[in-house]
């Protein structure tokens, strides 16, 4: 018997000892990646305004709401799931009740944030809409003006919201009641939550929980704002058309005295 015989015996003898189990390690690995939902992507895609902006909403949020925190990945869960962390100007579609799902929401802002003075469409980044801007809207830059196409403005807006009432939000069942008061729907509420543990690296055993409670109940209308559509749609999602993109001056602007 040759050497090089040998040798290709031994490689495969390796082979078989080796291969079979690594593979069944990398198969084990990959069957536990988490969810994410309709919108395709890694931890790796937040742009940096995403990332710097729900990370100073969430530094910011205990000083404007008492006895509440956001974790930033929360924020940018919803950043992902509502616009795919969209930085350009983005309206949802017209709450008319034509897609299956969502809720019909007539104007309550004559049109001055979405160019529709029929219907309302939510807003930006985080998908926020009119009637809860004009209530809840932050000036997260101190430009003197609280933009909802803002992505700074958009997440301490939305941490804002979520801290209605006041709750300490890196608790997985705190969380889960925000995000239906958020958006009550169950698939949303997953599809943050599968996100936030993409991002924030939460304990597998604890999101795959947490999810699972956070789906307890059933989407409807209670929040107009449900939608089981996606940004990511390009059937339902426009930019905003230049009747939006008025003077600066002209916009709703708010301080954290709306929150008492």
Same mark, same amino acid.
């Given at each position: /018997?040759?050497?090089? =015989? ?8 390796? %082979? ?38 729900? *990370? ?7 000083? %404007?709401? *008492? ?19 969209? =930085? ?34 939510? %807003? ?68 943050? /939550?599968?996100?936030?543990? =993409? ?15 956070? =789906? ?10 449900? /939608? ?33």
């Amino acid at each position: /018997m040759s050497i090089k =015989t040998v040798a290709i015996g031994l490689c495969l003898a390796l %082979l078989c000892l080796f291969g079979a189990p690594l593979l069944v390690i990398f198969l084990l690995v990959a069957g536990t990646a988490p969810p994410v939902a309709a919108n395709v992507a890694s931890a790796g895609d937040i742009p940096p305004v995403a990332m710097a902006a729900s *990370t100073d909403a969430s530094n910011r949020i205990g000083s %404007l709401v *008492t006895g509440c925190a956001v974790p930033a990945p929360v924020l940018l869960a919803i950043g992902k799931v509502e616009s795919n962390h969209a =930085t350009a100007p983005v309206i949802g579609p017209a709450l008319d009740g034509s897609i299956p799902g969502t809720a019909v929401v007539p104007d309550t802002d004559g049109g001055s944030l979405d160019g529709d003075p029929v219907w309302d469409h939510a %807003l930006g980044p985080m998908q926020i809409l009119p009637s809860m801007w004009r209530r809840w809207g932050q000036d997260a830059n101190g430009d003197g003006v609280a933009d909802p196409q803002d992505p700074a403005d958009a997440a301490l807006t939305a941490g804002v919201i979520l801290c209605q009432p006041p709750a300490d939000l890196s608790d997985p069942a705190a969380l889960a009641a925000a995000l239906h008061r958020y958006n009550d729907s169950d698939a949303y509420v997953a599809d943050v /939550m599968a996100w936030a543990t =993409t991002y924030a690296g939460y304990p597998r055993a604890t999101a795959a929980r947490s999810i699972a409670d956070a =789906t307890h109940g059933t989407s409807s209308s209670r929040n107009p704002g449900s /939608m089981p559509w996606r940004i990511g749609d390009s059937r339902y999602v426009t930019s905003a058309p230049a009747a939006v993109r008025r003077s600066r001056a002209s916009r709703p602007n708010s301080t954290a005295m709306m929150l008492s």
